[in-house]
T-cell receptor
Framework: DQQVKQNSPSLSVQEGRISILNCDYT??????FLWYKKYPAEGPTFLIS?????DKNEDGRFTVFLNKSAKHLSLHIVPSQPGDSAVYFC????????????FGAGTRLAVHP | GAGVSQTPSNKVTEKGKYVELRCDPI?????LYWYRQSLGQGPEFLIY????????DSGLPNDRFFAVRPEGSVSTLKIQRTERGDSAVYLC??????????????FGAGTRLSVL
């Protein structure tokens, strides 16, 4: 039973354009959501997060949107750069517990010149 | 060190052997997590330590898997009688505490375990 789903295994975007990565979840107990970025042979690196009391959080070129009623979140990267090419994982958790992260399967983003 | 350190980076073993994977968390972090990432999937939670004790081991797949953190710092994940299905990247993460959503988990580079 996959509680966090990233339905697009890969995404290709031209440099300078917007990248939109999507994530869906099923467990309504989740109240905190994170995006991690992973390069080959490295561990996941925290990128940006959002609490369920918000619907948007922005950090530079990265913005995360949360639609609680649809149990959907998305990560927008504007403008996309070649260095953004990596695997992006969506993760969810219940903050009243032990911060155990439930991850999606990831989306591989390729930004080409 | 500045980040989470995991050793070895790669481990090749034969079916039925015993392996130990080590994690050295960020200094001062009391919370430590182990995850397992199989090919084409996201990391999957295994166990969480708060200090020396395992507060949540609900993700350990069976009793061949065991983890310790005797002094509240370094942790060792132990796998007995390894099976080919245990082949995966084992990731360790640490955070300042284990509660409060603002406590971000920082991951090590992982140990790639291959069971032949």
């Amino acid at each position: 039973d996959q509680q966090v789903k990233q339905n697009s295994p890969s995404l290709s975007v031209q440099e300078g354009r917007i990248s939109i990565l999507n994530c869906d979840y099923t467990n309504s107990m989740f109240d905190y959501f994170l995006w991690y970025k992973k390069y080959p042979a490295e561990g996941p690196t925290f990128l940006i997060s959002i609490s369920s009391i918000k619907d948007k959080n922005e950090d530079g070129r990265f913005t995360v949107f949360l639609n609680k009623s649809a149990k959907h979140l998305s990560l927008h990267i504007v403008p996309s750069q070649p260095g953004d090419s990596a695997v992006y994982f969506c993760a969810a958790m219940f903050s009243g517990g032990y911060n155990k992260l439930i991850f999606g399967a990831g989306t591989r983003l390729a930004v080409h010149p | 060190g500045a980040g989470v350190s995991q050793t070895p980076s790669n481990k090749v073993t034969e079916k039925g052997k015993y392996v130990e994977l080590r994690c050295d968390p960020i200094s001062g972090h009391t919370a430590l997590y182990w995850y397992r990432q199989s090919l084409g999937q996201g990391p999957e939670f295994l166990i969480y330590f708060q200090g020396t004790g395992a507060a949540d081991d609900s993700g350990l797949p069976n009793d061949r898997f065991f983890a310790v953190r005797p002094e509240g710092s370094v942790s060792t994940l132990k796998i007995q009688r390894t099976e080919r299905g245990d082949s995966a990247v084992y990731l360790c993460a640490s955070s300042k505490t284990g509660t409060g959503a603002e406590n971000i988990q920082y991951f090590g580079a992982g140990t790639r375990l291959s069971v032949l």
